[in-house]
């Protein structure tokens, strides 16, 4: 099962290669990966995409919360959250098919934000499913480059919305 | 303004270092020409994996963090084994390492090494210190991180330029580190809980590993045994957490555990673990261990809990709050059918060997330190058949008695360990170091400083001519096809290397026993002097550790002998 981590950390040199280090070192592959500052610049939010089996993760969880730079670490997997991921990617387009390219990235609220001679590069942000229901739907137009931002979350929070009573 | 080294000296007097065990070398002559005009006692050793065994013997026999100093490059590398022994002990260690000039990392400089990169999976924590204002901070956390939660080792990688960089930087807070909060108290209600549990069980076994040592737990322990009159099995790094002369001691359990031990763990329901982790040589075949009990797991490590086996009880906790709270809550009980049946097997399969042999046997070597120091020495192992003969042969009725490699299992570690104990403990105390021929050649000229130093540590070696655990293993499972692991071919010289001479030579008193009589006289003369001593027992060759549990067997599957 994929799983997602979401860590804050020290915004300190040598923390992504703890992490990093700590899960490949059990053989995992991290699939996807995002880092950068939060609204406090001395915290980090790391987003990690993991497939392995839930046990051996839980573990990997675990031994990530005892590291001293990492402040916390959620697997998001069993909870409500958001994500979103951002990808740029750069199509053949020949004359005849940019107006086919540039329908499709509508349909999926994306963009064109470069336009070549012979290809176009179209921007879309989006849920993992339909970042991947776009990328499938590409593939026979034929992608000659492709960029993206790993995936990035937060938590939801489970208890009531505020301005409610309830206890 | 001081300087960075002086920070460094300052920061280990303020954290009450006495003792430092290192090599210098280029990168870190700012730091011992500011320690030449301090209090700290250096010692010099010959290796630096012999360093930061000594420190971890220190550490062990101590409480107290253990200290090294050892420059860049291969003086950093030369620890990561020693490191490693400590990380997988949970030993607290501060070892700071020099590293080139700032400017130059990376640069492939003369001996330059990624130490960071390079100690990272076998410390708790390291810091590389990039500017001399960070120091004071830094030594105050090293010290702080390795010393609390899990202990382990922390290692501070020290540029040279940041060594000789002025600074008014001071520390004098509080270490406050938001990442690193570990729990010290267990949640009240996971210990009524456990209470409960305890309370309601027939057949109640607690089963203590190396953190009742080294959580300072072994009185809050034992009074609980002894309140709710619960045996007590320990692992090889539990040892002395529970005197082993009571008759509640089931003593080690495990591939080499006693049969009462194997027997009570899978017959009891609940099994109540302190500080111990459900090791792959304490468990055997997993799904069969305690198979009738309810688990309790007890532990400050969060991440031990459900690593091997599910907790049915868990509680993240220092052990001795754990136990403290318990003893309130437990009720005073007989349990006399469980104690009758614990009982009965612990006299029908005592620990035993050939009392009868004509040769002289290992086992007889260990009963005779027993013998001869009265059961007061501080016993420090290497690896392999002597330690599981050391834990069985002698009996440890106190913590930090027992010194020994058993995550990591580090060939090499017993000799500078009791090096670094016995600078810890003063001279006064007897430490005896029992290895065997193949481990004690790992770390062998560490015996100059034990001899430099006053140090009189004596060490026992049982010479049966091969690296004796792998052989029982060929013996038992390869077909008795001894390959790699015959260290005296059969028709070269008797005695090689000729340990006798080989101690003289490091300027110990060496003596040499081959008879069941030699023993306890030289035993008693090695123990007398107050020189170093090493005493080489030439022992039967092909003499096996018994009982056995079969790697992925259960813990009833006991081999007692080949024959």
Same mark, same amino acid.
């Given at each position: 099962m994929k799983h997602v981590i979401t860590a804050l950390v020290e915004n300190q040199p040598g923390v992504l290669a703890r992490i990093v280090g700590l899960i490949s070192g059990r053989g995992f592959n991290i699939e996807s990966l995002n880092v950068a500052p939060t609204h406090d610049p001395t915290v980090s939010r790391m987003t990690m995409t993991v497939p392995g089996d839930d046990r051996v993760l839980e573990q990997v969880t675990k031994q990530l919360n005892k590291l001293v730079d990492v402040i916390k670490v959620t697997d998001l997997t069993k909870r409500r959250y958001l994500n979103r991921e951002l990808v740029l990617v750069e199509v053949a387009a020949p004359a005849g098919k940019r107006a086919e390219i540039a329908e499709l990235a509508e349909l999926f609220e994306g963009k064109v934000v470069a336009v070549q001679a012979r290809s176009l590069t179209v921007q879309m942000v989006g849920e993992q499913e339909r970042i991947e229901d776009f990328l499938r739907l590409l593939k026979p137009f034929r992608v000659l480059a492709l960029s993206r931002s790993g995936v990035i979350a937060v938590a939801r929070a489970d208890e009531a919305p505020a301005g409610s009573n309830a206890k | 303004m001081r300087?960075?080294?002086?920070?460094?000296?300052?920061?280990?007097?303020?954290?009450?270092?006495?003792?430092?065990?290192?090599?210098?070398?280029?990168?870190?002559?700012?730091?011992?020409?500011?320690?030449?005009? %301090?209090?700290?006692?250096?010692?010099?050793?010959?290796?630096?994996?012999?360093?930061?065994?000594?420190?971890?013997?220190?550490?062990?026999?101590?409480?107290?963090?253990?200290?090294?100093?050892?420059? %860049?490059?291969?003086?950093?590398?030369?620890?990561?084994?020693?490191?490693?022994?400590?990380?997988?002990?949970?030993?607290?260690?501060?070892?700071?390492?020099?590293?080139?000039?700032?400017?130059?990392?990376?640069?492939?400089?003369?001996?330059?090494?990624?130490?960071?990169?390079?100690?990272?999976?076998?410390?708790?924590?390291?810091?590389?210190?990039?500017?001399?204002?960070?120091?004071?901070?830094?030594?105050?956390?090293?010290?702080?991180?390795?010393?609390?939660?899990?202990?382990?080792?922390? *290692?501070?990688?020290?540029? @040279?330029?940041?060594?000789?960089?002025?600074?008014?930087?001071?520390?004098?807070?509080?270490?406050?580190?938001?990442?690193?909060?570990?729990?010290?108290?267990?949640?009240?209600?996971?210990?009524? @809980?456990?209470?409960?549990?305890?309370?309601?069980?027939?057949?109640?076994?607690?089963?203590?590993?190396?953190?009742?040592?080294?959580?300072d737990a072994a009185a809050e322990l034992t009074a609980l045994a002894r309140k709710a009159a619960i045996p007590v099995t320990t692992t090889l790094m539990g040892l002395g957490a529970f005197p082993e002369t009571d008759p509640l001691a089931l003593r080690m359990l495990g591939m080499h555990g006693t049969v009462a031990a194997n027997h009570a763990v899978s017959a009891c329901d609940l099994l109540i673990s302190i500080g111990a982790r459900f090791d792959d040589r304490v468990t055997g075949k997993i799904s069969e261990f305690a198979p009738r009990a309810l688990k309790a797991h007890v532990d400050i490590d969060p991440s031990a809990i459900d690593k091997n086996v599910a907790a049915d009880i868990p509680v993240v906790g220092h052990v001795k709050h754990v136990l403290r709270g318990l003893l309130d809550l437990v009720e005073p009980v007989e349990r006399r059918e469980w104690l009758a049946q614990v009982s009965d097997w612990q006299k029908t399969y005592p620990l035993t060997y050939d009392r009868n042999s004509a040769e002289l046997l290992p086992q007889y070597v260990i009963e005779q330190i027993y013998e001869v120091t009265g059961g007061d020495a501080v016993i420090v192992t290497d690896v392999g058949q002597h330690q599981m003969w050391a834990a069985h042969f002698f009996k440890y009725t106190r913590p930090r008695t027992f010194l020994s490699s058993g995550g990591l299992g580090t060939m090499g570690y017993g000799l500078p360990a009791a090096i670094g104990a016995q600078a810890g403990l003063g001279s006064g105390r007897t430490v005896v170091t029992i290895s065997g021929d193949g481990s004690i050649q790992m770390n062998f000229q560490e015996l100059v400083v034990a001899v430099e130093h006053k140090l009189p540590v004596k060490a026992v070696i049982l010479n049966n001519g091969h690296l004796g655990m792998v052989r029982q293993w060929q013996e038992m499972f390869y077909n008795r096809e001894y390959s790699g692991s015959v260290l005296s071919q059969p028709?070269?010289?008797?005695?090689?290397?000729?340990?006798?001479?080989?101690?003289?030579?490091?300027?110990?008193?060496?003596?040499?026993?081959? %008879?069941?009589?030699?023993?306890?006289?030289?035993?008693?003369?090695?123990?007398?002097?107050?020189?170093?001593?090493? *005493?080489?027992?030439?022992?039967?060759?092909?003499?096996?550790?018994?009982?056995?549990?079969?790697?992925?067997? %259960?813990?009833?599957?006991?081999?007692?002998?080949?024959?």
């Open positions: - | 300087t960075g080294a002086q920070c460094v000296i300052d920061g280990l007097r303020d954290a009450g270092v006495d003792t430092l065990f290192g090599i210098p070398g280029g990168v870190v002559l700012d730091i011992f020409a500011a320690m030449y005009h %301090s209090p700290l006692k250096f010692i010099l050793t010959r290796h630096e994996q012999g360093a930061t065994h000594m420190a971890d013997g220190y550490a062990r026999a101590t409480g107290r963090v253990g200290c090294c100093l050892v420059t %860049s490059g291969p003086g950093a590398t030369n620890t990561v084994t020693g490191l490693a022994t400590a990380s997988m002990d949970g030993v607290p260690l501060v070892c700071i390492t020099g590293q080139v000039m700032s400017s130059m990392i990376g640069n492939d400089a003369f001996q330059e090494a990624d130490t960071m990169g390079i100690t990272r999976a076998v410390t708790k924590h390291n810091y590389l210190v990039k500017s001399a204002d960070d120091l004071p901070r830094i030594i105050a956390e090293a010290f702080y991180i390795a010393s609390t939660g899990k202990p382990g080792p922390v *290692v501070i990688d020290l540029p @040279k330029d940041v060594q000789r960089a002025a600074t008014a930087a001071v520390f004098d807070g509080k270490v406050n580190i938001r990442g690193y909060k570990p729990a010290v108290e267990g949640h009240p209600r996971q210990i009524v @809980k456990l209470a409960r549990a305890i309370n309601r069980a027939k057949r109640p076994l607690l089963y203590a590993g190396g953190g009742a040592v080294a959580g028709g070269g010289a008797p005695y090689l290397p000729d340990f006798v001479k080989l101690a003289e030579a490091h300027g110990a008193l060496g003596l040499r026993v081959t %008879s069941r009589q030699q023993v306890a006289p030289a035993l008693r003369k090695a123990i007398e002097t107050d020189r170093p001593a090493v *005493v080489e027992c030439v022992v039967k060759p092909n003499e096996n550790v018994y009982p056995m549990v079969p790697p992925g067997a %259960s813990l009833t599957e006991m081999i007692h002998s080949l024959a």
